[in-house]
DNA sequence: GTTTTTGAACTGACTGGTCAGTGCAAAAAC
DNA sequence: GTTTTTGCACTGACCAGTCAGTTCAAAAAC
Protein backbone atom coordinates (compact mmCIF):
# COMPACT_ATOMS: atom_id res chain seq x y z
CA UNK A 1 0.00 0.00 0.00
CA UNK A 2 1.40 3.08 -0.98
CA UNK A 3 -0.05 6.58 -0.91
CA UNK A 4 0.75 7.95 -4.26
CA UNK A 5 2.28 11.72 -4.44
CA UNK A 6 1.04 15.07 -5.63
CA UNK A 7 3.44 17.37 -7.23
CA UNK A 8 4.06 19.11 -4.03
CA UNK A 9 4.96 15.79 -2.32
CA UNK A 10 1.85 15.61 -0.74
CA UNK A 11 -0.52 12.79 -0.98
CA UNK A 12 -3.69 13.08 -3.20
CA UNK A 13 -5.64 12.72 0.16
CA UNK A 14 -4.07 15.14 1.70
CA UNK A 15 -4.74 17.55 -1.05
CA UNK A 16 -8.74 16.79 -0.56
CA UNK A 17 -8.19 16.96 3.39
CA UNK A 18 -6.41 20.60 2.95
CA UNK A 19 -9.64 21.79 0.47
CA UNK A 20 -11.78 20.89 3.12
CA UNK A 21 -10.18 22.40 5.81
CA UNK A 22 -9.93 25.58 3.94
CA UNK A 23 -13.76 25.84 2.83
CA UNK A 24 -14.67 24.60 6.48
CA UNK A 25 -12.55 27.23 8.15
CA UNK A 26 -13.86 30.42 6.15
CA UNK A 27 -17.67 29.34 6.53
CA UNK A 28 -17.36 28.17 10.31
CA UNK A 29 -15.90 31.61 11.09
CA UNK A 30 -18.64 33.72 9.33
CA UNK A 31 -21.63 31.19 10.58
CA UNK A 32 -20.25 28.91 13.72
CA UNK A 33 -20.16 25.32 13.88
CA UNK A 34 -23.68 24.52 14.46
CA UNK A 35 -24.95 26.88 11.10
CA UNK A 36 -22.36 25.35 9.19
CA UNK A 37 -23.27 22.67 7.20
CA UNK A 38 -21.71 19.67 5.80
CA UNK A 39 -23.19 20.12 2.51
CA UNK A 40 -21.96 23.42 2.09
CA UNK A 41 -18.71 22.35 3.14
CA UNK A 42 -18.56 20.27 0.36
CA UNK A 43 -19.49 22.59 -2.26
CA UNK A 44 -17.38 25.57 -1.43
CA UNK A 45 -14.49 22.62 -1.33
CA UNK A 46 -15.66 21.59 -4.60
CA UNK A 47 -15.78 17.76 -3.94
CA UNK A 48 -19.13 15.49 -3.27
CA UNK A 49 -20.17 15.19 0.57
CA UNK A 50 -19.52 11.81 0.17
CA UNK A 51 -16.14 12.88 0.22
CA UNK A 52 -16.35 14.78 2.95
CA UNK A 53 -17.22 11.38 5.03
CA UNK A 54 -14.88 9.36 3.39
CA UNK A 55 -12.10 11.64 4.97
CA UNK A 56 -13.43 12.38 7.99
CA UNK A 57 -15.65 10.53 10.89
CA UNK A 58 -17.42 13.08 11.31
CA UNK A 59 -18.31 17.01 11.01
CA UNK A 60 -16.64 17.35 14.50
CA UNK A 61 -14.15 15.63 13.90
CA UNK A 62 -13.32 17.57 10.59
CA UNK A 63 -13.34 20.44 13.14
CA UNK A 64 -11.37 19.15 15.55
CA UNK A 65 -8.84 18.39 13.36
CA UNK A 66 -8.71 21.75 11.52
CA UNK A 67 -7.62 23.46 14.91
CA UNK A 68 -4.85 21.03 15.82
CA UNK A 69 -3.96 21.62 12.41
CA UNK A 70 -4.12 25.68 12.67
CA UNK A 71 -2.60 26.40 16.42
CA UNK A 72 0.17 23.99 15.44
CA UNK A 73 1.20 26.91 12.38
CA UNK A 74 0.67 29.24 14.85
CA UNK A 75 2.73 27.88 17.91
CA UNK A 76 5.65 27.12 15.34
CA UNK A 77 5.63 30.52 14.04
CA UNK A 78 5.92 32.04 17.62
CA UNK A 79 8.18 29.43 18.39
CA UNK A 80 10.36 30.29 15.44
CA UNK A 81 10.02 34.17 16.61
CA UNK A 82 11.71 33.35 19.72
CA UNK A 83 14.53 32.00 18.72
CA UNK A 84 15.12 34.22 16.27
CA UNK A 85 15.49 36.58 18.67
CA UNK A 86 17.58 34.22 21.08
CA UNK A 87 19.85 33.72 17.50
CA UNK A 88 20.13 37.62 17.69
CA UNK A 89 21.18 38.12 21.52
CA UNK A 90 17.89 40.21 21.63
CA UNK A 91 16.46 40.57 24.90
CA UNK A 92 13.29 38.51 26.60
CA UNK A 93 11.53 42.00 26.03
CA UNK A 94 12.40 41.89 21.75
CA UNK A 95 11.28 38.39 21.75
CA UNK A 96 7.38 39.50 23.23
CA UNK A 97 8.01 41.94 20.70
CA UNK A 98 8.51 39.48 18.42
CA UNK A 99 6.10 37.35 19.48
CA UNK A 100 3.72 40.02 19.16
CA UNK A 101 4.40 40.44 15.41
CA UNK A 102 4.57 37.01 14.62
CA UNK A 103 1.00 36.61 16.09
CA UNK A 104 -0.29 39.78 14.07
CA UNK A 105 1.37 38.34 11.19
CA UNK A 106 -0.37 34.74 11.26
CA UNK A 107 -3.92 36.78 11.85
CA UNK A 108 -3.60 38.58 9.31
CA UNK A 109 -2.58 35.78 7.08
CA UNK A 110 -5.37 33.19 8.56
CA UNK A 111 -8.44 35.76 9.77
CA UNK A 112 -10.84 33.62 9.61
CA UNK A 113 -9.21 30.69 11.59
CA UNK A 114 -8.38 33.64 14.85
CA UNK A 115 -12.09 34.37 13.87
CA UNK A 116 -12.98 30.90 14.66
CA UNK A 117 -10.68 29.89 17.43
CA UNK A 118 -11.73 32.93 19.89
CA UNK A 119 -15.23 32.34 18.71
CA UNK A 120 -14.90 28.44 20.34
CA UNK A 121 -12.48 28.80 23.26
CA UNK A 122 -14.06 29.98 25.91
CA UNK A 123 -17.27 27.49 24.78
CA UNK A 124 -18.11 25.10 27.79
CA UNK A 125 -19.53 21.26 27.19
CA UNK A 126 -18.40 21.14 23.82
CA UNK A 127 -17.08 17.96 22.22
CA UNK A 128 -13.93 19.47 21.54
CA UNK A 129 -13.48 21.29 24.28
CA UNK A 130 -10.44 19.34 25.99
CA UNK A 131 -8.69 19.29 22.02
CA UNK A 132 -8.99 23.14 22.58
CA UNK A 133 -7.80 23.27 25.85
CA UNK A 134 -4.74 21.29 24.88
CA UNK A 135 -3.88 23.28 21.54
CA UNK A 136 -4.60 26.49 23.78
CA UNK A 137 -2.25 25.79 26.30
CA UNK A 138 0.46 24.69 23.82
CA UNK A 139 0.21 28.52 22.28
CA UNK A 140 0.25 30.30 24.90
CA UNK A 141 3.06 28.14 27.00
CA UNK A 142 5.80 29.54 24.55
CA UNK A 143 4.84 33.37 25.71
CA UNK A 144 4.83 32.09 29.44
CA UNK A 145 8.43 30.35 28.79
CA UNK A 146 9.69 33.51 27.57
CA UNK A 147 8.19 35.72 30.68
CA UNK A 148 9.47 32.52 32.99
CA UNK A 149 12.82 33.06 31.67
CA UNK A 150 12.72 37.05 31.86
CA UNK A 151 11.98 36.59 35.38
CA UNK A 152 14.67 34.22 36.03
CA UNK A 153 17.38 36.17 33.98
CA UNK A 154 16.19 39.48 36.26
CA UNK A 155 14.94 41.68 33.14
CA UNK A 156 11.29 41.10 34.30
CA UNK A 157 10.29 42.10 37.86
CA UNK A 158 9.62 39.23 39.71
CA UNK A 159 5.97 40.14 41.16
CA UNK A 160 5.24 39.66 37.40
CA UNK A 161 2.23 36.61 37.36
CA UNK A 162 3.44 34.89 34.53
CA UNK A 163 -0.01 32.70 33.72
CA UNK A 164 -2.19 35.79 33.91
CA UNK A 165 0.45 38.47 32.46
CA UNK A 166 0.76 36.02 29.44
CA UNK A 167 -3.14 35.65 29.52
CA UNK A 168 -3.54 39.35 28.71
CA UNK A 169 -0.71 39.64 25.80
CA UNK A 170 -2.26 37.14 24.21
CA UNK A 171 -5.31 38.87 24.42
CA UNK A 172 -4.19 42.46 23.82
CA UNK A 173 -2.79 41.42 20.32
CA UNK A 174 -5.98 38.75 19.90
CA UNK A 175 -8.84 41.89 20.24
CA UNK A 176 -6.57 44.41 18.70
CA UNK A 177 -5.90 42.52 15.29
CA UNK A 178 -9.48 41.21 15.43
CA UNK A 179 -9.99 44.99 15.61
CA UNK A 180 -7.69 46.07 12.77
CA UNK A 181 -9.07 43.70 10.51
CA UNK A 182 -13.17 44.55 11.03
CA UNK A 183 -13.10 48.52 11.97
CA UNK A 184 -10.04 49.27 10.14
CA UNK A 185 -8.12 47.46 8.13
CA UNK A 186 -6.31 49.98 6.01
CA UNK A 187 -3.92 50.47 9.03
CA UNK A 188 -0.79 48.60 8.28
CA UNK A 189 0.73 46.09 10.23
CA UNK A 190 3.60 47.97 11.24
CA UNK A 191 1.29 50.42 12.75
CA UNK A 192 -0.73 47.54 14.99
CA UNK A 193 2.41 46.52 15.57
CA UNK A 194 3.92 49.72 16.92
CA UNK A 195 0.96 50.80 18.45
CA UNK A 196 0.56 47.76 20.53
CA UNK A 197 4.76 47.58 21.18
CA UNK A 198 4.14 50.83 22.80
CA UNK A 199 1.62 49.14 25.15
CA UNK A 200 4.01 46.51 26.21
CA UNK A 201 6.95 48.70 26.67
CA UNK A 202 4.86 51.18 29.34
CA UNK A 203 5.26 53.65 27.19
CA UNK A 204 1.33 55.14 27.07
CA UNK A 205 1.95 57.32 29.55
CA UNK A 206 4.75 60.36 29.86
CA UNK A 207 7.25 60.71 26.95
CA UNK A 208 9.66 59.19 24.97
CA UNK B 1 -58.40 46.93 32.07
CA UNK B 2 -54.61 47.55 33.63
CA UNK B 3 -51.93 45.38 33.28
CA UNK B 4 -50.74 43.87 36.64
CA UNK B 5 -47.86 44.90 38.34
CA UNK B 6 -45.61 42.28 40.17
CA UNK B 7 -44.69 43.25 44.10
CA UNK B 8 -41.75 45.24 42.73
CA UNK B 9 -43.60 47.29 40.05
CA UNK B 10 -42.75 45.42 37.29
CA UNK B 11 -44.73 43.77 34.96
CA UNK B 12 -45.42 40.44 34.75
CA UNK B 13 -44.04 40.52 31.15
CA UNK B 14 -41.21 41.93 32.09
CA UNK B 15 -40.58 39.60 34.59
CA UNK B 16 -41.24 36.54 31.95
CA UNK B 17 -38.53 38.47 29.75
CA UNK B 18 -36.29 38.72 32.28
CA UNK B 19 -36.29 35.01 33.09
CA UNK B 20 -35.86 34.11 29.16
CA UNK B 21 -33.11 36.73 29.35
CA UNK B 22 -31.38 34.44 32.00
CA UNK B 23 -31.69 31.14 30.36
CA UNK B 24 -30.78 32.38 26.52
CA UNK B 25 -27.54 34.08 28.16
CA UNK B 26 -26.24 30.64 29.87
CA UNK B 27 -27.27 28.37 27.51
CA UNK B 28 -25.86 30.39 24.18
CA UNK B 29 -22.46 31.13 26.16
CA UNK B 30 -22.41 26.77 26.70
CA UNK B 31 -23.61 26.10 22.79
CA UNK B 32 -23.36 29.25 20.24
CA UNK B 33 -26.81 30.46 19.50
CA UNK B 34 -27.29 28.18 16.40
CA UNK B 35 -26.68 25.13 18.65
CA UNK B 36 -29.72 26.30 21.44
CA UNK B 37 -32.60 25.69 20.85
CA UNK B 38 -35.94 27.52 21.57
CA UNK B 39 -37.29 24.60 23.54
CA UNK B 40 -34.25 24.29 25.82
CA UNK B 41 -34.67 28.15 26.56
CA UNK B 42 -38.13 27.97 27.48
CA UNK B 43 -37.76 24.90 29.75
CA UNK B 44 -34.54 26.34 31.51
CA UNK B 45 -36.54 29.93 31.85
CA UNK B 46 -39.86 27.68 33.11
CA UNK B 47 -42.24 28.68 30.50
CA UNK B 48 -44.06 27.57 27.33
CA UNK B 49 -42.39 27.50 23.83
CA UNK B 50 -45.13 29.98 22.57
CA UNK B 51 -44.09 32.63 25.76
CA UNK B 52 -40.90 33.19 23.99
CA UNK B 53 -42.77 33.89 21.02
CA UNK B 54 -45.25 36.21 22.35
CA UNK B 55 -42.53 37.91 23.89
CA UNK B 56 -40.11 38.14 21.61
CA UNK B 57 -40.66 38.01 17.91
CA UNK B 58 -37.91 35.73 17.12
CA UNK B 59 -34.76 34.14 18.58
CA UNK B 60 -32.66 36.57 16.67
CA UNK B 61 -34.52 39.30 17.99
CA UNK B 62 -34.37 37.71 21.79
CA UNK B 63 -31.21 37.28 21.24
CA UNK B 64 -30.98 41.17 19.91
CA UNK B 65 -32.09 42.57 23.14
CA UNK B 66 -30.34 40.73 25.06
CA UNK B 67 -27.10 42.17 23.51
CA UNK B 68 -28.25 45.20 24.09
CA UNK B 69 -29.32 44.89 27.74
CA UNK B 70 -25.93 43.30 28.83
CA UNK B 71 -23.56 46.30 26.98
CA UNK B 72 -25.95 48.91 28.55
CA UNK B 73 -25.41 47.65 32.14
CA UNK B 74 -21.76 47.66 31.08
CA UNK B 75 -21.14 50.57 29.87
CA UNK B 76 -23.31 52.18 32.68
CA UNK B 77 -20.59 50.31 34.82
CA UNK B 78 -17.24 52.17 32.77
CA UNK B 79 -18.87 55.63 32.69
CA UNK B 80 -19.50 55.64 36.33
CA UNK B 81 -16.15 54.08 36.94
CA UNK B 82 -14.68 57.26 35.14
CA UNK B 83 -16.49 59.76 36.83
CA UNK B 84 -15.69 58.64 40.55
CA UNK B 85 -11.56 58.92 39.90
CA UNK B 86 -12.89 62.67 38.19
CA UNK B 87 -14.77 63.61 41.32
CA UNK B 88 -11.88 62.11 43.32
CA UNK B 89 -9.40 64.24 41.13
CA UNK B 90 -7.23 60.80 40.21
CA UNK B 91 -5.41 61.28 36.92
CA UNK B 92 -6.18 60.01 33.76
CA UNK B 93 -4.16 56.50 34.65
CA UNK B 94 -6.28 56.07 37.35
CA UNK B 95 -9.54 56.27 35.11
CA UNK B 96 -8.34 53.31 33.51
CA UNK B 97 -7.11 51.54 35.82
CA UNK B 98 -11.14 51.96 37.40
CA UNK B 99 -12.19 50.80 34.70
CA UNK B 100 -10.23 47.76 34.30
CA UNK B 101 -11.58 47.08 37.71
CA UNK B 102 -14.81 48.09 36.52
CA UNK B 103 -14.49 45.59 33.57
CA UNK B 104 -13.43 42.76 35.79
CA UNK B 105 -16.47 43.12 38.00
CA UNK B 106 -18.73 43.19 35.96
CA UNK B 107 -17.04 39.39 33.88
CA UNK B 108 -17.34 37.81 37.25
CA UNK B 109 -20.57 39.06 37.74
CA UNK B 110 -21.81 37.94 34.34
CA UNK B 111 -19.65 35.49 32.75
CA UNK B 112 -21.93 33.94 30.66
CA UNK B 113 -22.78 37.40 29.19
CA UNK B 114 -19.08 37.89 28.24
CA UNK B 115 -18.23 34.60 26.88
CA UNK B 116 -21.05 35.29 24.40
CA UNK B 117 -19.76 38.68 23.20
CA UNK B 118 -16.65 37.38 23.17
CA UNK B 119 -18.03 34.66 20.86
CA UNK B 120 -20.13 36.63 18.80
CA UNK B 121 -18.57 40.12 18.36
CA UNK B 122 -16.19 39.29 15.31
CA UNK B 123 -18.50 36.85 13.52
CA UNK B 124 -19.58 38.24 9.91
CA UNK B 125 -22.72 37.60 7.81
CA UNK B 126 -25.06 37.48 11.19
CA UNK B 127 -28.63 39.00 11.65
CA UNK B 128 -27.69 40.82 14.42
CA UNK B 129 -23.75 42.30 13.23
CA UNK B 130 -25.19 46.06 13.48
CA UNK B 131 -26.66 45.44 16.82
CA UNK B 132 -23.10 44.08 17.74
CA UNK B 133 -21.23 46.97 16.19
CA UNK B 134 -23.83 49.83 18.09
CA UNK B 135 -23.50 48.33 21.19
CA UNK B 136 -19.58 47.25 21.32
CA UNK B 137 -18.69 51.33 19.83
CA UNK B 138 -20.94 52.57 23.13
CA UNK B 139 -18.76 50.50 25.32
CA UNK B 140 -15.65 51.25 23.32
CA UNK B 141 -15.85 55.01 22.62
CA UNK B 142 -15.77 55.31 26.91
CA UNK B 143 -12.55 53.80 26.65
CA UNK B 144 -11.39 56.03 23.72
CA UNK B 145 -12.37 59.18 25.87
CA UNK B 146 -10.62 59.03 28.45
CA UNK B 147 -7.47 57.91 26.26
CA UNK B 148 -8.37 61.33 24.08
CA UNK B 149 -8.40 63.18 27.45
CA UNK B 150 -5.33 62.41 28.31
CA UNK B 151 -3.51 62.94 24.86
CA UNK B 152 -4.84 66.53 25.19
CA UNK B 153 -4.10 67.19 28.91
CA UNK B 154 -0.23 65.60 28.35
CA UNK B 155 -0.86 62.92 30.35
CA UNK B 156 -0.51 60.33 27.30
CA UNK B 157 2.36 59.90 24.51
CA UNK B 158 0.51 62.73 21.58
CA UNK B 159 1.69 59.16 19.41
CA UNK B 160 -0.67 57.02 21.11
CA UNK B 161 -2.91 55.26 18.73
CA UNK B 162 -6.14 56.46 20.49
CA UNK B 163 -8.41 53.37 18.70
CA UNK B 164 -5.99 50.47 18.90
CA UNK B 165 -4.65 51.45 22.16
CA UNK B 166 -8.47 51.27 23.64
CA UNK B 167 -9.39 47.67 21.56
CA UNK B 168 -6.59 46.63 22.75
CA UNK B 169 -6.89 47.32 26.45
CA UNK B 170 -10.45 45.90 26.46
CA UNK B 171 -8.71 43.00 24.69
CA UNK B 172 -5.95 42.52 27.18
CA UNK B 173 -9.25 42.81 30.30
CA UNK B 174 -11.00 40.64 28.57
CA UNK B 175 -9.01 37.71 27.37
CA UNK B 176 -7.30 37.86 31.32
CA UNK B 177 -10.87 37.87 32.59
CA UNK B 178 -11.92 34.72 30.32
CA UNK B 179 -8.74 32.94 31.32
CA UNK B 180 -9.22 34.18 34.98
CA UNK B 181 -12.30 32.25 34.91
CA UNK B 182 -11.58 29.23 32.69
CA UNK B 183 -8.12 28.20 34.54
CA UNK B 184 -7.75 30.03 37.42
CA UNK B 185 -11.04 30.78 38.97
CA UNK B 186 -9.53 30.10 42.47
CA UNK B 187 -7.72 33.75 42.14
CA UNK B 188 -9.17 36.90 43.54
CA UNK B 189 -10.18 40.01 41.68
CA UNK B 190 -7.36 42.06 42.95
CA UNK B 191 -4.94 39.44 42.31
CA UNK B 192 -6.45 39.98 38.48
CA UNK B 193 -6.14 43.68 38.81
CA UNK B 194 -3.16 44.11 40.07
CA UNK B 195 -1.74 41.97 37.10
CA UNK B 196 -3.36 43.82 34.60
CA UNK B 197 -2.78 47.25 36.39
CA UNK B 198 1.30 46.59 35.96
CA UNK B 199 0.73 45.46 32.72
CA UNK B 200 -1.09 48.74 31.87
CA UNK B 201 1.55 51.20 33.90
CA UNK B 202 4.45 49.27 32.04
CA UNK B 203 5.62 47.89 35.50
CA UNK B 204 6.45 44.60 33.85
CA UNK B 205 9.90 45.13 33.09
CA UNK B 206 12.58 46.45 35.22
CA UNK B 207 11.88 47.00 39.49
CA UNK B 208 9.06 48.75 41.04
C1' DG C 1 -6.31 -3.74 -9.66
C1' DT C 2 -6.49 -0.68 -5.87
C1' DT C 3 -7.57 3.64 -3.85
C1' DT C 4 -10.23 7.56 -3.92
C1' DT C 5 -14.02 10.20 -5.41
C1' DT C 6 -18.64 10.91 -7.07
C1' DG C 7 -23.48 11.97 -6.65
C1' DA C 8 -27.84 11.06 -5.77
C1' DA C 9 -31.27 8.96 -2.93
C1' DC C 10 -32.75 8.07 1.68
C1' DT C 11 -33.56 8.15 6.76
C1' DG C 12 -34.81 9.66 11.08
C1' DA C 13 -34.21 12.96 14.44
C1' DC C 14 -34.69 17.63 15.39
C1' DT C 15 -36.14 22.76 15.02
C1' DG C 16 -38.11 27.36 14.36
C1' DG C 17 -42.26 29.06 14.22
C1' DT C 18 -47.64 28.79 14.43
C1' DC C 19 -52.13 28.93 16.35
C1' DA C 20 -56.46 27.63 18.50
C1' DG C 21 -57.48 27.56 22.98
C1' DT C 22 -57.04 28.32 28.43
C1' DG C 23 -56.79 30.94 32.82
C1' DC C 24 -57.53 34.77 35.29
C1' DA C 25 -57.89 39.34 37.33
C1' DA C 26 -59.70 43.78 36.55
C1' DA C 27 -63.55 46.39 34.57
C1' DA C 28 -68.27 46.88 33.27
C1' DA C 29 -72.97 45.95 33.63
C1' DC C 30 -76.68 44.91 36.27
C1' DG D 1 -72.35 42.52 45.40
C1' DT D 2 -73.11 39.42 41.91
C1' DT D 3 -72.73 38.28 37.09
C1' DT D 4 -70.72 39.03 32.66
C1' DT D 5 -67.25 40.67 29.62
C1' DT D 6 -62.69 41.85 28.20
C1' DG D 7 -58.13 41.11 26.78
C1' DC D 8 -53.43 40.13 28.38
C1' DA D 9 -50.24 36.49 29.15
C1' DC D 10 -49.44 32.05 28.49
C1' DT D 11 -49.82 27.15 26.72
C1' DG D 12 -48.35 23.02 24.12
C1' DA D 13 -49.53 20.10 20.30
C1' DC D 14 -48.51 20.47 15.66
C1' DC D 15 -46.28 21.31 11.02
C1' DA D 16 -43.22 22.01 7.33
C1' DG D 17 -38.67 22.16 6.61
C1' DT D 18 -33.72 21.05 7.55
C1' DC D 19 -29.63 18.50 8.48
C1' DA D 20 -26.03 14.92 9.84
C1' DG D 21 -25.00 10.87 8.53
C1' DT D 22 -25.59 6.42 5.45
C1' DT D 23 -25.50 3.71 1.39
C1' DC D 24 -23.81 2.20 -2.84
C1' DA D 25 -22.98 1.44 -7.62
C1' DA D 26 -20.23 3.41 -10.89
C1' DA D 27 -16.47 6.24 -12.48
C1' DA D 28 -11.98 8.31 -12.19
C1' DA D 29 -7.39 8.52 -10.77
C1' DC D 30 -3.30 6.45 -9.89
Known amino acids: MESSTAPGGRTRREATRQKLYEAAVTLIAEQ ?20 VYYNFASKSVLFEE ?3 HGVGLLTASLREAVEDTARNGGSKVDALDAMIRAGLVFMDRYPSFTQLYVAE ?13 VVRQQAVAV ?7 GVDNGEFSAEIDV ?4 AALVGMVLVAAL ?13 VHS ?4 LLQGRVSGRP
Open 179 to 191: DWQAFQPERSLDD
Open 32 to 51: GFSATTVDEIAERAGVAKGT
Open 121 to 133: LWRTNRAWQSTLM
Open 163 to 166: QLTA
Open 66 to 68: LLR
Open 143 to 149: VEGVLRE
Open 195 to 198: ALSR
